[in-house]
């Protein structure tokens, strides 16, 4: 069982309320016990590989518009899914994969 983190913009438009409740129902299905207190951000513990979780929410956001980055705190290990214009990210966290 490992722990993650996810930090989300989703584009706010007709169908965001769906993508935010297929995101976190998502997460949930995946999680054994989970924080979500804070609105863009999630903590929790799954047995699953974190690219298996990246797949899993790439296949609920709209890649081309939401951005979710996802990572290991315990780890070196974290990736970035969707749409993104700033390429700053891969100094700040060099380890990080696009998905």
């Given at each position: 069982?490992?722990?993650?983190?996810?930090?989300?913009?989703?584009?706010d438009d007709r169908?965001?309320?769906e993508?935010?409740?297929n995101l976190t129902d998502t997460v949930q299905n995946l999680s054994?016990?989970?924080?979500?207190?804070?609105?863009?951000?999630?903590?929790f513990a799954?047995?699953?590989?974190?690219?298996?979780?990246?797949?899993?929410?790439?296949?609920v956001i709209y890649i081309d518009t939401d951005v979710v980055i996802l990572g290991m705190p315990e780890f070196k290990s974290a990736?970035?899914?969707g749409h993104h214009e700033d390429e700053?990210?891969?100094?700040?966290?060099?380890?990080?994969?696009k998905v």
């Amino acid at each position: 069982m490992a722990t993650y983190w996810l930090s989300f913009r989703l584009t706010d438009d007709r169908t965001y309320s769906e993508r935010y409740k297929n995101l976190t129902d998502t997460v949930q299905n995946l999680s054994t016990k989970w924080w979500v207190e804070a609105s863009s951000f999630i903590v929790f513990a799954s047995a699953s590989s974190i690219d298996q979780i990246a797949s899993a929410i790439s296949d609920v956001i709209y890649i081309d518009t939401d951005v979710v980055i996802l990572g290991m705190p315990e780890f070196k290990s974290a990736r970035l899914i969707g749409h993104h214009e700033d390429e700053d990210i891969f100094e700040l966290i060099p380890f990080i994969k696009k998905v």
